[in-house]
């Protein structure tokens, strides 16, 4: 399989899994009346500070920082995923569970680590339930992902 090819199934398979952590972490929300983090919306400033960008006014600016923090988060899930496809190739011979585990820890390091760099966020302050709040979606990314990922290889190999 060529690496473009492997890197388009790494995005589908990074779609799907950003779309399974959204689902799970608007469940956790409605079902324990948690809001929403607010962490997504201040990366998207720091950036946008970061990059000389302007977002315009503060009411305009605070909107925009609401559609850009969800748009970063699906960049960065897709860009896992397809990055990690890329480095693999056609080699999709890992077991689910560890290519599930691989992916959910990768995004979550990515995710988690830029914000920690931005200090938008520290995690050495978290208590047990952000943390669970923040494992569980990543671990349901990293499943959906490497399902996606196995089931499309699968696809591709039927069709030789």
Do not use: C, K
């Not at 959910?104 to 760099?117: F, H, I, P, W, Y």
């Amino acid at each position: 399989m060529d690496r473009g090819r492997a890197m388009l199934d790494g995005a589908i398979a990074g779609a799907v899994g950003s779309t399974a952590l959204n689902g799970v972490t608007y469940l956790d929300m409605a079902l324990r009346g948690r809001p929403a983090s607010s962490t997504p919306e201040r990366s998207a400033g720091r950036i946008a500070q970061a990059v000389h960008l302007s977002l315009g006014p503060e009411d305009r600016a605070a909107n925009r920082r609401s559609g850009l923090g969800p748009l970063l988060g699906y960049v960065i899930g897709v860009g896992v995923a397809a990055a990690a496809s890329a480095a693999l190739g056609n080699r999709r011979g890992l077991p689910l569970p560890v290519s599930a585990g691989l992916l959910g820890a990768g995004l979550m390091l990515v995710s988690d680590g830029s914000m920690t760099a931005m200090r938008v966020t520290d995690p050495r302050t978290w208590s047990r339930s952000d943390w669970i709040s923040d494992i569980i979606p990543h671990l349901t990314y990293g499943l959906a992902a490497a399902a996606t990922w196995h089931r499309l290889g699968q696809i591709t190999r039927s069709r030789r």
